[in-house]
């Protein structure tokens, strides 16, 4: 299976800041990544796939890239609704398989 | 715009079966792509269970597999996903989801979760 890596585990700041999350696959899985933001009862809204295509109707202060094994998310201006958990997912094939989450929280 | 929403108990016994269904609206999920399942233990992480495709071939996460039953009601156009043998550790929220699509030099290929139904709360307790 494809073992998937987040870092931070979470992560403190502010409004405003530039937020850098980093997901690491265990093989090379090309740019079949994607990323989802989670907030607190809600369930996980895709933002990225191919690594760095936007969601339709995701604003452009989120992106990605990233392919291979090492990918990143970037949010760059903080907002307060862009606190919430982010989870990396790799889909090169079965099992599918994601990374362990990052907190963004405010500083 | 397709929709999902699961429904089931929201209390199970240690040692039984825990049955849930996703009803599909938008789309009819026997003409395409692939209907999963994915929980998520409170204040934990994300855990692939289980897919099926429109075709009724089902692929299950290796954990759980001697557990888990996938199958399509293509008349009612929902999936359900049977967890036998329940512990304490199986309570979780329980989402269905819609992979994408996307294509590769052999094919057709299941893609990311694209679309997720709301969940539901899952409590194994006696």
């Known amino acids: 299976d494809i073992q998937m890596t987040q870092s931070p585990s979470s992560l403190s700041a502010s409004v405003g800041d530039r937020v850098t999350i980093t997901c690491r696959a265990s093989?090379?899985?090309?740019?079949?990544l994607a990323w989802f933001q989670q907030k607190p009862g809600k369930a996980p809204k895709s933002l990225i796939f191919?690594?760095?295509t936007l969601q339709s109707g995701v604003p452009s202060k989120f992106s990605g890239s990233g392919s291979g094994t090492d990918f990143t998310l970037t949010i760059s201006s903080l907002q307060p609704e862009d606190f919430a958990t982010y989870y990396c997912?790799?889909?090169?094939?079965?099992?599918?398989?994601f990374g362990q989450g990052t907190k963004v929280e405010i500083k | 715009q397709v929709q999902l929403q699961e429904s089931g108990p929201g209390l199970v016994k240690p040692s039984e079966t825990l049955s849930l269904t996703c009803a599909v609206s938008?789309?009819?999920?026997?003409?395409?792509?692939?209907w999963g399942w994915i929980r998520q233990p409170p204040g934990e992480g994300l855990e692939w269970i289980g897919s099926i495709y429109h075709n009724g071939n089902t692929y299950y996460n290796s954990s759980l597999k001697s557990r888990v039953t996938i199958s399509l009601d293509t008349s009612r156009n929902q999936f359900s996903l049977k967890l036998g043998s329940m512990t304490a550790a199986d309570t979780a929220f329980y989402y269905c989801?819609?992979?994408?699509?996307?294509?590769?030099?052999?094919?057709?290929?299941?893609?990311?979760?694209?679309?997720w139904g709301q969940g539901t709360l899952v409590i194994v307790s006696s």
């Open positions: 191919a690594a760095s």
């Open positions: 938008g789309y009819s999920i026997s003409s395409d792509y692939y």
């Open positions: 997912q790799q889909y090169n094939g079965y099992p599918w398989t």
């Open positions: 989801a819609r992979h994408s699509y996307y294509y590769d030099s052999s094919g057709p290929k299941a893609g990311y979760f694209h679309h």
């Open positions: 093989q090379d899985i090309s740019i079949y």
